[in-house]
């Protein structure tokens, strides 16, 4: 079997760092593709005691002709790529009517955009050679949107929309290429100190936190299983469940506990740095300050087998209990 080289966008910290030394571990070659210098530069570090072949190139997603020669400098060092994962993202949050256009348009292009151009640049390679595997990351928060996440939200709704589409095309042109979604909830990493933030409040995550090395376990395990989806958690299937089978009820119940579960109760001071525009200095990894409230067990990863289960269950349950209803 060839050597498997992987590319990680946003490797630095947060996930792409995690993963970046998951598949070390594993084996496979890695090229890390990020903003910031310093933190590019501690990974590679990581990656070179586990004995692999690394490249770092420097590069900002939402620019796609950066990303297209940072794709042609990794397979110039490394050779073919044959796993590409998009970790990179950015976001604003607030309320939608006080977000200034042109942070909505940045976060969009980073998030959205950096996985289109991610996505398009291994595309470009491995057609010529008819094999590979891409990995992209939605939100499970993003299937029953809470408030003040409008703009990460509609942009991993984006994500999901365009894996799907993109997954007959391969097939009709009978392409051997793999696209994986894997779909989170939140996840400790250095994403809620550096978020452009709106609310007056430090950030803080909403429901079950989880470290980022499963996140990173289980982009392995879609990669490598080839797995359709993997949704992290049995929170996922429930907010799923709810949002298509109760959504006016998800929307109250939002609007009277969603702003008050994302933020902590000190505000902040009103000058701290965010990575909207330019990238945070500072020596970030990928745990962010979350580590005291994290669940540290691996928890269930679902996948499309037991999403189909859970819909076919969730409709009977609904017949079923209208059945009840008429015949009382």
């Avoid at 947060?14 to 890695?30: E, H, K, N, P, S």
């Avoid at 989880?210 to 989806?229: K, L, T």
């Avoid at 907010?239 to 933020?263: C, E, I, V």
């Avoid at 902590?264 to 005291?292: I, N, S, W």
Wanted: glycine share 10%.
């Amino acid at each position: 079997m060839p050597q498997q080289v992987a590319v990680i966008t946003g490797a630095g910290a947060g996930i792409g760092r995690a993963t970046a030394r998951t598949l070390a571990r594993a084996g496979c070659d890695v090229a890390l593709i990020g903003r910031n210098r310093d933190r590019l530069g501690d990974a590679a570090a990581e990656l070179r005691e586990l004995n692999i072949r690394t490249h770092i190139a420097y590069a900002d997603v939402a620019d796609a002709a950066a990303v297209e020669q940072a794709a042609e400098e990794i397979e110039e060092q490394l050779g073919p790529i044959t796993l590409w994962i998009n970790c990179a993202g950015a976001s604003v949050t607030g309320q939608v009517a006080a977000l200034d256009p042109a942070e909505i348009r940045r976060a969009t292009e980073v998030t959205y955009l950096g996985t289109v151009n991610g996505t398009r640049a291994a595309l470009n390679r491995m057609r010529r050679r008819g094999h590979g595997t891409i990995v992209n990351l939605d939100r499970l928060a993003s299937q029953r949107p809470p408030p003040l996440q409008a703009v990460e939200n509609g942009a991993r709704a984006a994500i999901r929309a365009f894996s799907e589409s993109l997954r007959p095309e391969i097939l009709h042109d009978g392409d051997r290429i793999h696209i994986a979604l894997v779909h989170l909830p939140a996840i400790n990493t250095p994403h809620f100190s550096w978020t452009r933030n709106h609310t007056g409040k430090h950030l803080k995550p909403m429901g079950p936190v989880y470290e980022p090395e499963i996140a990173a376990e289980a982009i392995c395990r879609a990669a490598f299983g080839r797995e359709r989806d993997i949704w992290v958690g049995l929170s996922g299937m429930r907010n799923w469940l709810l949002a298509t089978f109760l959504p006016g009820l998800s929307d109250r119940w939002l609007a009277g506990k969603g702003y008050a579960r994302q933020m902590e109760k000190t505000p902040v001071t009103g000058d701290e740095p965010d990575d909207l525009f330019e990238t945070v200095p500072g020596a970030y990894a990928a745990h962010g300050r979350f580590d005291m409230v994290t669940r540290k067990g691996m928890p269930p990863l679902l996948t499309s087998r037991h999403a189909q289960f859970a819909t076919v269950a969730g409709v009977l349950g609904m017949l079923l209990f209208a059945l009840r209803r008429r015949r009382g």
